[in-house]
């Protein structure tokens, strides 16, 4: 009878728990997508446009972000593993408002880029310690269908965060007015996830979720978590782990494939003159490609055996670098309705690829007690990388023109094709249902 009021107990809290994660990472997602899809109104601004706040300009603006953002992941591994995933998370909601609060009150691009990089930071370490929370109050074979769920929610997010940026950008609202108010919700979203947020079953007295399930023991995969949870998992170790550093570069190339969406509004409003709201409102058909795509995903990911799981993520990968070839070779005489549709069906492949497996992989490789580490590294690892393409992706633009930013991206895409194909198969990426 305790036994039944346990568990009653510790799916009351659960729900809490997930509440409180879902809702603080979406609307600290959907208001870093939304600060992005407020640079070319900032651009605009005359208070910037004497600095030359130019298309390289906000590339470097990208680039210096995305380090913070790379320096964040680093300092989050450690941080979540030994201190908790609910601390490092009300910490990052919380800083993560007030910078948001003040990327609006900036009047210089030296405040602008200070500002945006010490909110790049904090919002970093978001993933990793809810990653880390749902691996303490949840089973092993839920992971696949927990992580389709925050990346359909947060695609939901970001999608709605543009469409209002849009439109209140098309009513001319200045942008600041936008950006306090993304950071006025965001505090109050801190508040209600102190409340719901609890750090683990164990503090409440409650069972662990990872030991009532059956479904955790005797499969291969799963064996090989329970073997990794003995074993004291460092930097080091990790470093010596090859399926590892072949998971670092997959994730590397799909991190700097799903940062075309912070060039979108100013490829759609600089290179096909849409006005910057109507540029911001056809950037999302990528946000709603991205949603079925996810959708479809995380329907299919617990129900697909290995060997389909194999085909279906390879066919993901060659559909994303099909679409980009396009785009590349026949820029000069794509439609603004071509060039749509096919943003569309890239942010629909890329989203399965870019989530799935990656989330799989990060909470089942090492199991719950290592899993803030290995997360950080890896997405670490990626927008170190993103530093770099932001950059030199920008100064592509000017000295080649968008042909040759498309052209990086194809490279990129064949690249990662090549990381992908042997980690497709490989027992990490499957959930205990596969």
Same mark, same amino acid.
């Given at each position: 009878m305790e036994s039944d009021n346990n568990v009653q107990k510790l799916k009351f809290y659960q729900r809490q728990v997930w509440y409180g994660l879902i809702s603080g990472i979406v609307t600290?997602?959907?208001?870093?997508?939304?600060?992005?899809?407020?640079?070319?109104?900032?651009?605009?601004?005359?208070?910037? @446009?004497?600095?030359?706040?130019?298309?390289?300009? &906000?590339?470097? $603006?990208?680039?210096?972000? *995305?380090?913070?953002?790379?320096?964040?992941?680093?300092?989050?591994?450690?941080?979540?593993?030994?201190?908790?995933?609910?601390?490092?998370?009300?910490l990052s909601l919380g800083i993560s408002s007030a910078f948001t609060i003040f990327i609006?009150?900036?009047?210089? @691009?030296?405040?602008?880029?200070?500002?945006?990089? &010490?909110?790049? $930071?904090?919002?970093?370490? *978001?993933?990793p310690s809810v990653a880390k929370t749902m691996a303490t109050w949840f089973s092993p074979e839920r992971y696949g269908e927990l992580n389709g769920m925050i990346a359909f929610s947060v695609r939901i997010g970001c999608l709605v965060s543009s469409l209002l940026v849009a439109e209140l950008l098309r009513r001319h609202t200045y942008w600041r007015k936008i950006d306090f108010i993304m950071g006025l919700i965001l505090i109050l979203v801190f508040a209600s996830a102190l409340l719901l947020v609890k750090r683990s079953p164990k503090q409440l007295g409650?069972?662990?979720?990872?030991?009532?399930?059956?479904?955790?023991?005797?499969?291969?995969?799963?064996?090989?978590?329970?073997?990794?949870?003995?074993?004291?998992?460092?930097?080091?170790?990790?470093?010596k782990d090859r399926?590892?550093?072949?998971?670092?570069?997959?994730?590397?190339?799909?991190?700097?494939l799903m940062e075309l969406q912070s060039f979108l509004p100013l490829f759609l409003h600089l290179y096909m003159k849409l006005e910057v709201g109507f540029a911001v409102y056809a950037s999302t058909i990528f946000q709603i490609g991205t949603i079925c795509g996810v959708m479809l995903g995380s329907f299919l990911y617990d129900k697909l055996c290995r060997k389909n799981i194999t085909i279906f993520l390879n066919g993901c990968m060659f559909i994303c670098t099909a679409c980009l070839v396009l785009i590349w070779r026949l820029l000069p005489v794509l439609t603004s309705s071509h060039i749509i549709f096919?943003?569309?069906?890239?942010?629909?492949?890329?989203?399965?690829?870019?989530?799935?497996?990656?989330?799989?992989?990060?909470?089942v490789h090492v199991g719950q007690r290592h899993c803030g580490t290995l997360i950080a590294v890896l997405e670490a690892f990626g927008y170190l990388f993103a530093v770099l393409f932001d950059y030199y992706g920008a100064v592509a633009i000017k000295v080649f023109g968008w042909s040759g930013f498309f052209g990086l991206l194809v490279l990129t895409s064949m690249i990662t094709s090549l990381f992908l194909f042997p980690m497709s198969s490989h027992p990490s990426i499957m959930t205990a249902k596969n």
């Open positions: 600290i997602q959907s208001a870093r997508q939304g600060i992005e899809s407020l640079l070319p109104a900032v651009a605009e601004d005359p208070t910037f @446009v004497a600095s030359k706040l130019n298309q390289v300009g &906000i590339g470097t $603006l990208l680039a210096w972000g *995305n380090f913070f953002y790379f320096l964040g992941k680093c300092l989050a591994g450690y941080s979540v593993d030994k201190l908790s995933g609910r601390f490092v998370f009300l609006g009150l900036s009047n210089s @691009v030296t405040t602008l880029t200070f500002c945006w990089c &010490i909110n790049k $930071l904090f919002i970093s370490s *978001n993933w409650l069972p662990d979720p990872t030991k009532m399930s059956k479904a955790s023991q005797g499969d291969d995969g799963d064996e090989h978590v329970d073997l990794q949870n003995e074993i004291e998992w460092d930097l080091i170790t990790m470093a399926v590892i550093w072949l998971m670092s570069m997959y994730v590397a190339g799909t991190t700097i096919i943003l569309f069906v890239y942010g629909f492949a890329l989203a399965i690829i870019f989530h799935l497996p990656t989330g799989v992989f990060m909470m």
